[in-house]
Protein backbone atom coordinates (compact mmCIF):
# COMPACT_ATOMS: atom_id res chain seq x y z
CA UNK A 1 0.00 0.00 0.00
CA UNK A 2 2.73 2.17 1.04
CA UNK A 3 4.66 1.86 -2.34
CA UNK A 4 1.30 2.59 -4.28
CA UNK A 5 0.75 5.63 -2.74
CA UNK A 6 3.98 6.94 -3.03
CA UNK A 7 3.70 6.17 -6.85
CA UNK A 8 0.55 8.17 -6.51
CA UNK A 9 2.09 11.29 -5.58
CA UNK A 10 5.49 11.04 -7.34
CA UNK A 11 2.70 10.78 -10.70
CA UNK A 12 0.69 13.32 -9.53
CA UNK A 13 3.87 15.65 -8.90
CA UNK A 14 5.09 14.87 -12.29
CA UNK A 15 1.71 15.57 -14.01
CA UNK A 16 1.87 19.20 -12.62
CA UNK A 17 5.34 19.91 -13.69
CA UNK A 18 4.36 18.77 -17.12
CA UNK A 19 0.80 20.90 -17.04
CA UNK A 20 2.96 24.45 -15.73
CA UNK A 21 5.70 24.05 -18.56
CA UNK A 22 2.95 24.61 -21.53
CA UNK A 23 2.80 28.46 -20.27
CA UNK A 24 3.35 31.99 -22.24
CA UNK A 25 6.49 33.83 -22.61
CA UNK A 26 5.54 36.75 -20.06
CA UNK A 27 4.90 33.46 -16.66
CA UNK A 28 8.57 31.97 -17.63
CA UNK A 29 10.53 32.86 -14.45
CA UNK A 30 7.59 32.00 -12.01
CA UNK A 31 7.03 28.89 -13.37
CA UNK A 32 10.63 28.06 -13.36
CA UNK A 33 10.62 28.79 -9.43
CA UNK A 34 6.92 26.72 -9.13
CA UNK A 35 9.01 23.81 -11.40
CA UNK A 36 12.01 24.28 -8.74
CA UNK A 37 9.77 23.93 -5.68
CA UNK A 38 7.54 21.12 -7.32
CA UNK A 39 11.29 19.32 -8.24
CA UNK A 40 11.70 19.50 -4.40
CA UNK A 41 8.88 18.06 -3.89
CA UNK A 42 8.99 15.42 -6.26
CA UNK A 43 12.79 14.49 -4.55
CA UNK A 44 11.26 14.35 -1.27
CA UNK A 45 8.86 12.08 -2.08
CA UNK A 46 11.51 9.63 -3.92
CA UNK A 47 13.81 10.23 -1.31
CA UNK A 48 12.16 10.51 2.39
CA UNK A 49 13.59 10.22 5.17
CA UNK A 50 11.77 6.54 6.06
CA UNK A 51 13.47 5.71 2.90
CA UNK A 52 16.84 6.23 4.32
CA UNK A 53 15.90 4.84 7.13
CA UNK A 54 14.91 1.56 5.29
CA UNK A 55 18.12 1.85 3.46
CA UNK A 56 20.44 1.66 6.76
CA UNK A 57 18.51 -0.72 8.23
CA UNK A 58 18.97 -3.24 5.25
CA UNK A 59 22.59 -2.12 5.05
CA UNK A 60 23.46 -2.90 8.43
CA UNK A 61 21.60 -6.00 8.90
CA UNK A 62 23.31 -7.26 5.66
CA UNK A 63 26.73 -6.09 6.72
CA UNK A 64 26.16 -7.93 9.99
CA UNK A 65 25.30 -11.19 8.94
CA UNK A 66 28.19 -11.00 6.31
CA UNK A 67 30.70 -10.57 9.28
CA UNK A 68 28.92 -13.44 10.65
CA UNK A 69 29.45 -15.75 7.55
CA UNK A 70 33.14 -14.70 7.07
CA UNK A 71 35.64 -17.92 8.64
CA UNK A 72 38.97 -17.01 9.85
CA UNK A 73 42.15 -19.51 9.86
CA UNK A 74 42.43 -20.59 13.36
CA UNK A 75 45.63 -19.55 14.74
CA UNK A 76 46.65 -17.95 18.54
CA UNK A 77 45.60 -14.52 17.67
CA UNK A 78 43.18 -14.92 15.34
CA UNK A 79 40.72 -16.02 17.74
CA UNK A 80 40.87 -12.04 19.97
CA UNK A 81 39.87 -11.58 15.51
CA UNK A 82 37.28 -13.39 15.78
CA UNK A 83 35.88 -12.01 18.61
CA UNK A 84 35.98 -8.23 16.90
CA UNK A 85 34.85 -9.53 13.97
CA UNK A 86 31.39 -10.97 16.15
CA UNK A 87 31.77 -7.95 18.26
CA UNK A 88 31.15 -5.82 15.03
CA UNK A 89 28.49 -8.22 13.47
CA UNK A 90 26.34 -8.01 16.73
CA UNK A 91 26.88 -3.86 16.49
CA UNK A 92 25.29 -3.61 12.66
CA UNK A 93 22.75 -5.91 13.91
CA UNK A 94 21.65 -3.91 16.86
CA UNK A 95 22.13 -0.92 14.55
CA UNK A 96 19.56 -2.36 12.21
CA UNK A 97 17.20 -3.16 15.31
CA UNK A 98 17.45 0.51 16.20
CA UNK A 99 16.45 1.35 12.44
CA UNK A 100 13.39 -1.01 12.94
CA UNK A 101 12.24 0.96 15.54
CA UNK A 102 12.41 4.12 14.14
CA UNK A 103 10.75 3.27 11.28
CA UNK A 104 7.63 2.15 13.69
CA UNK A 105 7.18 5.57 14.75
CA UNK A 106 6.97 6.86 10.58
CA UNK A 107 3.67 9.50 10.52
CA UNK A 108 3.54 10.87 14.11
CA UNK A 109 4.11 14.66 14.85
CA UNK A 110 8.03 15.59 14.49
CA UNK A 111 9.00 12.54 13.44
CA UNK A 112 11.99 14.25 11.72
CA UNK A 113 13.01 15.01 15.60
CA UNK A 114 12.76 11.98 16.80
CA UNK A 115 14.51 9.95 13.78
CA UNK A 116 17.23 12.63 14.52
CA UNK A 117 17.45 12.20 18.37
CA UNK A 118 17.32 8.18 17.23
CA UNK A 119 20.19 8.41 15.10
CA UNK A 120 22.29 10.29 17.36
CA UNK A 121 22.21 7.46 20.02
CA UNK A 122 22.84 5.22 17.00
CA UNK A 123 25.93 6.68 16.16
CA UNK A 124 26.98 7.16 19.56
CA UNK A 125 26.04 3.60 20.61
CA UNK A 126 28.57 2.13 17.81
CA UNK A 127 31.09 4.79 18.24
CA UNK A 128 32.19 2.90 21.31
CA UNK A 129 31.29 -0.24 20.41
CA UNK A 130 33.30 0.04 16.88
CA UNK A 131 36.18 2.19 18.92
CA UNK A 132 36.87 -0.83 21.18
CA UNK A 133 36.72 -3.38 18.47
CA UNK A 134 39.60 -1.07 16.59
CA UNK A 135 41.81 -0.89 19.59
CA UNK A 136 41.93 -4.67 20.00
CA UNK A 137 42.98 -4.98 16.21
CA UNK A 138 45.70 -2.97 17.20
CA UNK A 139 46.24 -4.44 20.59
CA UNK A 140 44.65 -6.89 22.10
CA UNK A 141 46.21 -6.03 25.59
CA UNK A 142 44.28 -2.81 25.13
CA UNK A 143 40.93 -4.13 25.60
CA UNK A 144 39.55 -4.08 28.88
CA UNK A 145 36.20 -5.71 29.45
CA UNK A 146 35.21 -3.73 32.40
CA UNK A 147 35.87 -0.18 30.46
CA UNK A 148 34.15 -1.65 27.62
CA UNK A 149 30.63 -2.64 29.53
CA UNK A 150 30.68 0.26 31.49
CA UNK A 151 31.19 2.78 28.70
CA UNK A 152 28.31 0.58 26.08
CA UNK A 153 26.54 0.86 29.18
CA UNK A 154 26.64 4.15 29.79
CA UNK A 155 25.56 4.66 26.07
CA UNK A 156 22.83 2.13 26.32
CA UNK A 157 21.23 4.41 29.69
CA UNK A 158 21.88 7.97 27.96
CA UNK A 159 20.23 6.48 24.79
CA UNK A 160 17.22 5.73 26.60
CA UNK A 161 16.82 8.74 28.33
CA UNK A 162 17.49 10.74 24.88
CA UNK A 163 14.35 8.04 23.29
CA UNK A 164 12.15 9.05 26.23
CA UNK A 165 12.63 12.84 26.21
CA UNK A 166 10.94 13.03 22.64
CA UNK A 167 7.76 12.01 24.27
CA UNK A 168 8.16 14.92 27.00
CA UNK A 169 6.30 17.77 26.98
CA UNK A 170 8.43 21.08 26.11
CA UNK A 171 10.22 22.31 29.69
CA UNK A 172 13.32 23.94 29.87
CA UNK A 173 13.80 20.34 31.83
CA UNK A 174 13.48 18.75 28.71
CA UNK A 175 15.86 21.14 27.19
CA UNK A 176 18.53 20.16 30.05
CA UNK A 177 18.53 16.74 29.90
CA UNK A 178 18.92 16.38 25.82
CA UNK A 179 21.88 18.87 26.18
CA UNK A 180 23.40 16.64 29.21
CA UNK A 181 23.20 13.45 27.31
CA UNK A 182 24.77 14.99 24.58
CA UNK A 183 27.73 16.41 26.65
CA UNK A 184 28.78 13.54 28.08
CA UNK A 185 28.46 11.43 24.53
CA UNK A 186 30.88 13.82 23.50
CA UNK A 187 33.08 13.48 26.47
CA UNK A 188 32.93 9.92 25.87
CA UNK A 189 34.15 10.30 22.32
CA UNK A 190 37.21 12.48 23.37
CA UNK A 191 38.27 10.05 25.90
CA UNK A 192 38.28 7.11 23.31
CA UNK A 193 39.79 9.58 20.25
CA UNK A 194 42.88 10.05 23.17
CA UNK A 195 42.71 6.16 23.91
CA UNK A 196 43.25 5.42 20.26
CA UNK A 197 45.61 7.63 19.60
CA UNK A 198 47.91 6.42 22.39
CA UNK A 199 47.25 2.35 20.75
CA UNK A 200 47.75 3.45 17.53
CA UNK A 201 51.46 5.13 18.37
CA UNK A 202 52.82 2.47 20.23
CA UNK A 203 51.34 -0.06 17.56
CA UNK A 204 53.35 1.83 14.75
CA UNK A 205 56.35 1.83 17.12
CA UNK A 206 56.01 -1.93 17.75
CA UNK A 207 55.65 -2.13 14.04
CA UNK A 208 58.78 -0.21 12.74
CA UNK A 209 60.99 -2.13 15.86
CA UNK A 210 59.93 -5.76 14.34
CA UNK A 211 60.15 -5.54 10.59
CA UNK A 212 62.95 -2.54 10.54
CA UNK A 213 61.19 -1.03 8.27
CA UNK A 214 58.51 2.01 7.92
CA UNK A 215 54.99 -0.45 7.69
CA UNK A 216 52.64 1.37 9.49
CA UNK A 217 50.53 1.42 5.95
CA UNK A 218 49.04 -2.10 6.95
CA UNK A 219 47.27 -0.68 9.46
CA UNK A 220 46.56 2.73 8.10
CA UNK A 221 43.01 1.94 7.34
CA UNK A 222 41.94 1.28 10.90
CA UNK A 223 43.45 5.22 11.65
CA UNK A 224 41.48 6.46 8.73
CA UNK A 225 38.12 4.41 9.52
CA UNK A 226 38.59 5.83 12.76
CA UNK A 227 38.82 9.66 12.14
CA UNK A 228 35.58 9.08 9.98
CA UNK A 229 33.28 7.37 12.36
CA UNK A 230 34.42 10.18 15.24
CA UNK A 231 33.67 13.04 12.42
CA UNK A 232 30.07 10.95 11.47
CA UNK A 233 29.59 10.98 14.89
CA UNK A 234 30.01 14.44 15.49
CA UNK A 235 28.57 15.53 11.93
CA UNK A 236 25.15 14.16 13.57
CA UNK A 237 25.15 17.18 15.94
CA UNK A 238 25.11 19.45 13.30
CA UNK A 239 22.52 17.76 11.56
CA UNK A 240 20.16 18.22 14.37
CA UNK A 241 20.59 22.57 14.00
CA UNK A 242 19.55 21.77 9.83
CA UNK A 243 16.62 22.14 8.82
CA UNK A 244 14.37 18.68 9.23
CA UNK A 245 14.68 17.27 5.96
CA UNK A 246 18.83 16.97 6.33
CA UNK A 247 18.58 13.93 8.12
CA UNK A 248 17.52 12.06 5.64
CA UNK A 249 20.97 13.38 3.86
CA UNK A 250 22.66 12.17 7.00
CA UNK A 251 21.02 8.90 7.04
CA UNK A 252 22.30 7.74 3.94
CA UNK A 253 25.60 9.21 4.10
CA UNK A 254 25.94 6.53 7.32
CA UNK A 255 24.79 3.80 5.40
CA UNK A 256 27.43 4.53 2.76
CA UNK A 257 30.06 4.68 6.37
CA UNK A 258 29.10 1.03 7.13
CA UNK A 259 29.92 -0.25 3.53
CA UNK A 260 33.35 1.25 3.66
CA UNK A 261 34.42 0.49 7.54
CA UNK A 262 32.92 -3.30 6.41
CA UNK A 263 34.91 -3.65 3.12
CA UNK A 264 38.00 -2.53 5.02
CA UNK A 265 37.70 -4.65 7.58
CA UNK A 266 37.64 -7.61 5.43
CA UNK A 267 40.08 -6.69 3.31
CA UNK A 268 42.16 -7.04 6.76
CA UNK A 269 40.78 -10.62 7.03
CA UNK A 270 42.14 -11.55 4.28
CA UNK A 271 45.05 -10.82 4.64
CA UNK A 272 45.96 -10.47 8.49
CA UNK A 273 47.55 -13.95 8.01
CA UNK A 274 50.51 -12.38 7.11
CA UNK A 275 50.44 -9.79 10.83
CA UNK A 276 49.36 -12.67 12.77
CA UNK A 277 52.21 -14.86 13.66
CA UNK A 278 54.71 -11.57 13.41
CA UNK A 279 52.90 -8.48 13.45
CA UNK A 280 50.15 -9.45 15.16
CA UNK A 281 51.22 -12.03 17.52
CA UNK A 282 54.11 -11.19 19.03
CA UNK A 283 54.43 -7.60 17.81
CA UNK A 284 50.50 -6.56 19.36
CA UNK A 285 51.54 -8.86 22.37
CA UNK A 286 54.60 -6.76 22.58
CA UNK A 287 56.92 -9.86 23.64
CA UNK A 288 59.50 -8.80 20.62
CA UNK A 289 59.96 -4.88 22.26
CA UNK A 290 60.55 -6.25 25.62
CA UNK A 291 63.27 -8.21 24.36
CA UNK A 292 64.88 -5.59 22.25
CA UNK A 293 64.73 -3.06 25.42
CA UNK A 294 65.75 -5.64 27.44
CA UNK A 295 68.88 -6.37 25.81
CA UNK A 296 69.19 -2.78 25.28
CA UNK A 297 69.65 -2.06 28.77
CA UNK A 298 71.80 -4.91 29.47
CA UNK A 299 74.23 -3.39 27.70
CA UNK A 300 74.09 -0.37 28.89
CA UNK A 301 74.48 -1.43 32.21
CA UNK A 302 77.82 -3.33 31.18
CA UNK A 303 75.92 -7.20 31.67
CA UNK A 304 76.60 -8.07 28.24
CA UNK A 305 80.28 -7.19 26.94
CA UNK A 306 80.72 -8.24 23.43
CA UNK A 307 84.08 -8.75 21.80
CA UNK A 308 83.69 -7.41 18.23
CA UNK A 309 87.22 -7.64 17.45
CA UNK A 310 88.00 -10.81 19.40
CA UNK A 311 85.15 -13.62 19.29
CA UNK A 312 83.03 -12.49 17.08
CA UNK A 313 85.35 -11.06 14.08
CA UNK A 314 85.44 -14.69 12.68
CA UNK A 315 81.69 -14.75 12.50
CA UNK A 316 82.20 -11.39 10.58
CA UNK A 317 83.86 -12.24 8.03
CA UNK A 318 81.78 -14.97 7.70
CA UNK A 319 78.45 -12.50 7.40
CA UNK A 320 80.62 -10.89 4.92
CA UNK A 321 80.18 -13.06 2.52
CA UNK A 322 76.29 -14.19 3.37
CA UNK A 323 75.72 -10.70 2.91
CA UNK A 324 77.52 -10.31 -0.66
CA UNK A 325 75.42 -13.19 -1.66
CA UNK A 326 72.30 -11.82 -0.41
CA UNK A 327 72.48 -8.24 -2.48
CA UNK A 328 74.11 -10.65 -5.51
CA UNK A 329 70.62 -12.20 -5.10
CA UNK A 330 68.61 -9.00 -4.54
CA UNK A 331 67.09 -10.41 -1.51
CA UNK A 332 66.75 -6.53 -0.34
CA UNK A 333 63.35 -6.72 -2.81
CA UNK A 334 61.58 -8.79 -0.54
CA UNK A 335 59.18 -6.99 2.06
CA UNK A 336 57.34 -8.04 5.06
CA UNK A 337 60.04 -9.60 6.47
CA UNK A 338 61.32 -9.23 10.19
CA UNK A 339 65.04 -8.94 11.36
CA UNK A 340 65.13 -12.79 12.79
CA UNK A 341 63.49 -13.66 9.28
CA UNK A 342 66.37 -11.68 7.97
CA UNK A 343 69.26 -12.69 10.58
CA UNK A 344 67.79 -16.32 9.28
CA UNK A 345 68.52 -16.08 6.00
CA UNK A 346 72.00 -14.89 6.78
CA UNK A 347 72.77 -17.58 9.44
CA UNK A 348 73.21 -14.72 12.20
CA UNK A 349 71.23 -13.63 15.15
CA UNK A 350 69.27 -10.46 14.80
CA UNK A 351 71.67 -9.19 17.88
CA UNK A 352 74.94 -9.88 15.96
CA UNK A 353 73.22 -8.44 12.62
CA UNK A 354 72.42 -5.08 14.67
CA UNK A 355 75.89 -5.04 16.01
CA UNK A 356 78.04 -6.08 12.68
CA UNK A 357 76.16 -3.05 11.22
CA UNK A 358 76.99 -0.24 13.91
CA UNK A 359 80.70 -1.55 14.00
CA UNK A 360 81.64 -2.76 10.69
CA UNK A 361 79.10 -0.68 8.33
CA UNK A 362 78.63 2.26 10.23
CA UNK A 363 74.75 2.58 9.55
CA UNK A 364 71.89 0.58 10.47
CA UNK A 365 70.67 -2.34 8.60
CA UNK A 366 67.54 -0.23 7.99
CA UNK A 367 68.93 2.60 6.37
CA UNK A 368 71.48 0.49 4.30
CA UNK A 369 68.79 -1.82 2.85
CA UNK A 370 66.56 1.72 2.06
CA UNK A 371 69.65 2.71 -0.35
CA UNK A 372 70.15 -0.98 -1.98
CA UNK A 373 65.78 -0.74 -2.94
CA UNK A 374 66.87 2.98 -3.96
CA UNK A 375 69.93 2.29 -5.87
CA UNK A 376 68.11 -0.26 -7.68
CA UNK A 377 64.78 1.62 -8.35
CA UNK A 378 67.08 4.09 -9.76
CA UNK A 379 68.16 1.45 -12.31
CA UNK A 380 64.96 0.17 -12.85
CA UNK A 381 62.98 3.69 -13.80
CA UNK A 382 65.64 3.90 -16.60
CA UNK A 383 65.27 0.29 -18.00
CA UNK A 384 61.98 -0.36 -18.15
CA UNK A 385 60.57 3.17 -19.25
CA UNK A 386 57.02 1.19 -20.11
CA UNK A 387 56.47 0.18 -16.52
CA UNK A 388 54.80 2.31 -14.22
CA UNK A 389 56.27 4.07 -11.27
CA UNK A 390 54.38 2.85 -8.30
CA UNK A 391 55.29 -0.96 -9.52
CA UNK A 392 59.11 0.06 -10.04
CA UNK A 393 58.86 0.87 -6.47
CA UNK A 394 57.36 -2.64 -5.75
CA UNK A 395 59.31 -4.44 -7.33
CA UNK A 396 62.57 -2.45 -5.66
CA UNK A 397 61.21 -3.53 -2.47
CA UNK A 398 58.45 -0.61 -1.48
CA UNK A 399 55.68 -2.08 -0.20
CA UNK A 400 54.01 1.21 0.03
CA UNK A 401 53.58 4.32 -2.33
CA UNK A 402 53.91 6.77 -0.45
CA UNK A 403 57.17 5.74 1.57
CA UNK A 404 59.09 5.12 -1.82
CA UNK A 405 58.82 8.46 -3.08
CA UNK A 406 59.02 9.87 0.32
CA UNK A 407 63.10 7.88 0.36
CA UNK A 408 63.75 8.50 -3.44
CA UNK A 409 63.15 12.15 -2.43
CA UNK A 410 65.30 11.97 0.28
CA UNK A 411 68.33 10.11 -1.12
CA UNK A 412 68.53 11.17 -4.91
CA UNK A 413 67.17 14.61 -4.26
CA UNK A 414 64.28 14.80 -6.69
CA UNK A 415 60.88 12.32 -7.46
CA UNK A 416 60.97 9.07 -9.73
CA UNK A 417 59.26 10.81 -12.13
CA UNK A 418 61.61 13.40 -12.60
CA UNK A 419 64.62 11.14 -12.26
CA UNK A 420 63.30 8.98 -15.67
CA UNK A 421 62.39 12.48 -17.28
CA UNK A 422 66.01 13.48 -17.06
CA UNK A 423 67.33 9.75 -17.72
CA UNK A 424 68.89 9.93 -13.91
CA UNK A 425 71.26 13.38 -14.88
CA UNK A 426 70.52 15.21 -12.17
CA UNK A 427 72.44 18.10 -11.44
Keep these: MVPYIAFAK ?25 SYLLMSELVDIVFSIELSLVMGMVTSFVLGFLLILIKVPSTEYSKKIVNTKNTIAACYMMVSVLFFLTLRYSGIKDY ?5 L ?13 SFSLITVLDPR ?5 KFILNLGLAIVLSYVL ?47 YYDDEEDHKI ?9 MMLTQMFVLVYLLLPSGMMKIYIAFYSLFLLYFTANFISFLGSHKLLLDAFAYKTLSGQDLIDLINSRRDRKAGRKKVDVVGTNEVEFVRLDRSIDKWVKDKRFREYDKSREEIAEELGTSKDLLHIYFSTRMGVDFRTWRTQLRIEDAKVLLLEKK ?37 DGKIA
Design 142 to 146: GFDKD
Design 163 to 209: GKSFWWESHPAKIATISLCICIFICQCVVHIFKFRKTYQECVKKLEV
Design 386 to 422: NVSINVVGEMAGFSDRANFYRQFVKFVGCSPREWRER
Design 10 to 34: TAKTIAKIAKKSVISQPERINTTLN
Design 112 to 116: DILAS
Design 220 to 228: RWVRFCYTI
Design 118 to 130: MMFTITATASVIL
